[in-house]
């Protein structure tokens, strides 16, 4: 598994305290980069291979 | 009390007229025993000159990522190794987005464009969004494209859009070492022609991007002689993969007298919460914002980072009981 947030292996205290205030920008099983909108009430984001995320 | 407060009071509160850079130095220069007393003159000031009510606002990115330009604070620019990729909202999640604003109770919805001004595709992407909304939500319409060519601005004033963002940034003086692919000037050039055009114009920037204090002084005076409708004030958030990704946040007190002096640059401006305040401000300070200068803000997310939920926000504005600026008194 990948950080979500920076794409390298493993998970990363610093990457999920981030998080909480930023949607993830890595798929979490591939590591490709996913297309994220943002919008005032939430997010997606998209993998082309594993699918859509919401938040 | 520091003689540059009585001095302030004198001119600002009593007066309306804003103090010039090298008071606004002095200000930023306050130690910070002094920060109680100049947060409540900054909020005696709003108070004032601008009333309790606060303008509520949601934004939305129409175009994400893949700009040409690099201004060194942002993680949309195609030049650098963000990890934000393009992306274009749909029409329908754009009305969506805009409908969910207007529940929050906000009269703003500014749609924002990451580009270095705006071609064809996004002008009919505009027209199309605009109207789409102006006939489901009932919300005023503002946008932010970058920089605009005369017929642009002509063109977005009669699809209906009430308010131009275009920020400066930063001041003059340090603008080279924010951004080099388009200068400060061209910048105030769009602004002058939004301006014309009747438009109102909103005018801010983002601090901590390593600016000295003369330089925000000089940035708030700046801002102060183009007097915009609206300053809406960032915090910088470094975001991985761009120049600035390293810099440290601005330290709450120095945010907080950043605050207070734009308000006392700008006594009447609204001078609204951006983006940072979160994690340079946290929850207390957010609040002694509010009751430090600032009149609006920002609720719900941004264009590429997450905001506090709105309802978080709107509860604290009922706790300091300041009234949402409703849609009617927008007109």
């Known amino acids: 598994m990948y950080c979500d947030r920076c794409g ?8 999920a305290a981030a998080r909480e205030l930023e949607p993830p920008r890595y798929c979490a099983h591939c ?7 943002v919008v005032p009430t939430g997010w997606t984001a998209t993998c082309v291979e594993h699918g859509e995320l919401r938040g | 009390m520091p003689e540059i407060l009585d001095r302030a009071r004198a001119r600002v509160l009593d007066d309306g007229a804003g103090l010039g850079e090298a008071d606004i130095l002095e200000i930023l220069r306050l130690p910070d025993e002094d920060l109680p007393e100049l947060l409540q003159l900054a909020h005696d000031v709003r108070m004032k000159w601008c009333g ?15 700009c040409p330009e690099d201004c060194h604070f942002c993680s949309q620019s195609g030049l650098f190794a963000s990890p934000v990729r393009a992306v274009w909202l749909d029409i329908p999640s754009l009305v969506e987005a805009a409908r969910q604003t207007a529940a929050t109770g906000a009269s703003e919805f500014c749609i924002v464009a990451a580009v270095r001004g705006p071609d064809k595709r996004l002008m009919d992407q505009m027209r199309e969004g605009v109207k789409a909304i102006r006939e489901a939500v009932d919300i005023q319409v503002a946008a932010s494209l970058g920089m605009l060519t005369q017929e642009q601005v002509d063109e977005l004033v009669e699809m209906g859009v009430h308010r131009y963002n275009h920020n400066l940034e930063t001041c003059r003086s340090y603008f080279p070492n924010v951004v080099t692919t388009h200068s400060w000037e ?17 005018c801010g920037g983002i601090l901590g991007m390593g600016e000295t204090l003369e330089q925000r002084a000089e940035f708030a005076a700046q801002l102060a002689e183009l007097d915009p409708h609206e300053v809406p004030l960032n915090f910088l958030t470094p975001r991985p993969g761009t120049p600035f990704g390293d810099r440290p946040v601005v330290e709450g007190r ?4 950043a ?11 609204i001078l609204r919460y951006a983006g940072g305040r979160e994690i340079t401000l946290g929850d207390l300070g957010t609040r002694d914002g509010l009751l430090g200068g600032i009149n609006a803000m920002i ?20 706790d300091l009981k300041m009234p949402v600026k409703s849609l009617s008194a927008t007109f």
Request: proline share 6%; charged share 30%; net charge positive.
């Open chain 2, 52 to 66: 309790p009510e606060v303008e509520v606002e949601g934004i939305v990115s129409l175009k994400t990522g893949g």
């Open chain 1, 8 to 15: 390298e292996p493993g998970s990363h205290p610093g990457c």
């Open chain 2, 186 to 202: 061209e910048r105030w050039g769009t602004l002058t022609m939004v301006r014309e055009s009747g438009m109102e114009v909103c």
């Open chain 2, 254 to 257: 120095d945010a907080l007298r």
């Open chain 1, 31 to 37: 590591r490709r980069r996913m297309k994220v909108q």
């Open chain 2, 299 to 318: 609720v719900g997310n941004y264009l590429t980072t997450l905001g506090r939920p709105a309802s978080d926000d709107l509860e604290l504005l009922k």
């Open chain 2, 259 to 269: 605050i207070a002096a734009f308000r006392l640059a700008m006594p009447r401006t």
